[in-house]
Structures are given as C-alpha cells and as structure tokens.
Nanobody, 128 residues
Framework: EVPLAESGGGLVQPGGSLRLSCVAS????????MHWVRQAPGVSFIDDLE????????????DYADSVRGRFTISRDNAKNTLYLQLNSLNTEDTGMYYC?????????????????RGPGTQVTVSS
C-alpha cells in the first residue's frame, strides 16, 4: 500500500485548470503538514524538486511559491485523508510531475518536506 497517492493530472491548454488529489493511507494524516512539489521535464535529481505549496495540519496556514501564488490553491480534508491542489490559469511553465509529500509532524515549518515520502506523482502537461 502506497502511503501517498497522487491523481488528477492531465493535458490542459494554457489558461486551463486542473484539480490534483493526494490520498494518504497508513499514516496519521492529520498530524502532518503537507506539501506539493513538482519536477520539471528532463529533471531527475531529487535536489531539483521545486516546492509549490504547503499547508499546516488543520488547514489554517497555507503557503505558496511566488510562481504559483494567486493561481494555485492548496487545501485538505482530514476526514478523507486527502490533500488537494487546485491549479488555475495554467501556463507551459507549470508542466511537470506533481507530487505530494509529508511535512513536519504536529507543527508547520515552511517549505520543509520529506522528499522520500512522495508518491508516484501525477503528470501535468500544459500545451496548446
């Protein structure tokens, strides 16, 4: 059983929208801050992950990279053990593999996530 499993990616035209989901299993989801990170095409090293957004345990704190602020919205439903990322006004630079990852336990630390906790990822391709 994969602890984190992302879905919702796809091919979309510039200006379009997608909603990504990440279902957690086998972990105390509500005790962890959660993050979305992405990997651009052609990039393979874990150090080249780009942090996109983070959210604290109860959803009261959200955080965004400058490149996505105002276009993306992170949220979570602890009753469903699910993390979401709403992607609006997509552009070609948003193309990549999107992953969710565990953050800090019982507190929120900005941009601090466990790279090795990522699920398989979901591909987002923005192209006309």
């Amino acid at each position: 059983e994969v602890p984190l499993a992302e879905s919702g990616g796809g091919l979309v035209q510039p200006g379009g929208s997608l909603r990504l989901s990440c279902v957690a299993s086998g972990i105390p989801f509500s005790d962890y801050a959660m993050h979305w990170v992405r990997q651009a095409p052609g990039v393979s090293f874990i150090d080249d992950l780009e942090w996109v957004s983070g959210i604290n345990q109860n959803g009261s704190i959200t955080d965004y990279a400058d490149s996505v602020r105002g276009r993306f919205t992170i949220s979570r439903d602890n009753a469903k053990n699910t993390l979401y990322l709403q992607l609006n006004s997509l552009n070609t630079e948003d193309t990549g593999m999107y992953y969710c990852a565990k953050g800090s336990y019982r507190r929120y630390r900005p941009k601090l996530y466990d790279s090795y906790s990522r699920g398989p990822g979901t591909q987002v391709t923005v192209s006309s």
